[in-house]
């Protein structure tokens, strides 16, 4: 099953409300929260309190992605926010497992992700702790970039790690998926594609979900 989750990155701050309704009306079930800090990536986005009002409108999975220094400071925190689902850097702290096991023991799905110079073989001694596992296919910071090719190379090599493991867990890909190549990322073996420009950019928000949704549905969504 293919899922689309719409980064809000790219939707109207001033109207986040109106645009996570717009797309969650024509059927999306998961939206995609970058959480930024300034210094593990070049930009600020937006932080817990205005997580947690995200939360009162999101009726289904709410998918909160950390792209901030040392994670394990705020876990708790994101918690109470309402996170469904946490996904921390690898390369942002330097207890990957116990941060991966604390989200678990606060009642969360954890995910971890991959920066595009971060290796796929990194991930094997934590591939079976996890629920997710997120590709970055830009460089974490900022929407509306364009899709580095070897991300296929890098979803292709996550899928067989994990069927060699036997895991049946969330692929996810993480910027420049659009319309047009978003079939290539299925293919490779992203079953959870993050998109925001190519759903909140222009005045047809919901009919970009609703391209995206039609598309699934031929791959068995
Ligand atoms: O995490 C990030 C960027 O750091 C992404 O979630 C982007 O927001 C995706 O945006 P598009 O590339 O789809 O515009």
Same mark, same amino acid.
């Given at each position: 099953m293919i899922h689309l989750d719409p980064s809000i990155l790219a939707a109207d701050f001033a109207n986040l409300e109106r645009d996570i309704r717009c797309v969650q009306e024509v059927g999306?079930?998961?939206?995609?929260?970058d959480v930024m800090d300034g210094q593990f990536v070049p930009n600020i986005s937006i932080?817990?309190?205005?997580?947690?009002?995200? /939360?009162?409108?999101?009726?289904?999975?709410? %998918?909160?992605?950390?792209?901030?220094?040392?994670?394990? /400071?705020?876990l708790e925190d994101f918690k109470e926010a309402g996170?469904?689902?946490?996904?921390?850097?690898l390369e942002a702290t330097h207890?990957?497992? /116990?941060?991966?096991?604390?989200?678990? %023991?606060?009642g969360m799905k954890a995910g971890i992700s991959i920066n595009p110079g971060t290796p796929v073989s990194a991930?094997?001694? !934590?591939i079976n702790d996890v %629920?997710?596992?997120l590709i970055m296919s830009v460089n974490p910071g900022f929407g509306g970039q364009k899709f580095i090719p070897y991300s296929l190379e890098k979803l292709r090599q996550v899928k067989a790690m994990l069927n060699k493991a036997r /895991?049946?867990?969330?692929?996810?890909?993480?910027?420049?998926?659009?319309?047009?190549?978003?079939?290539?990322? !299925? %293919?490779?073996?992203?079953?959870?594609?993050?998109?925001?420009?190519?759903?909140?950019?222009?005045?047809?928000?919901?009919?970009?979900?609703?391209?995206f949704l039609e598309l699934f549905k031929g791959c068995g969504a």
């Open positions: 999306v079930e998961y939206i995609h929260v932080g817990l309190p205005v997580v947690k009002s995200l /939360r009162k409108h999101i009726t289904g999975v709410m %998918d909160v992605h950390l792209m901030i220094e040392e994670p394990e /400071r705020f996170a469904d689902i946490l996904t921390v850097h207890h990957i497992h /116990r941060t991966i096991q604390r989200i678990h %023991d606060l991930l094997e001694a !934590i %629920d997710l596992v /895991r049946d867990i969330l692929i996810q890909v993480d910027g420049g998926a659009t319309l047009d190549n978003v079939q290539t990322l !299925i %293919d490779a073996g992203a079953n959870l594609i993050v998109a925001g420009s190519s759903v909140f950019e222009g005045e047809k928000t919901a009919a970009n979900a609703k391209a």
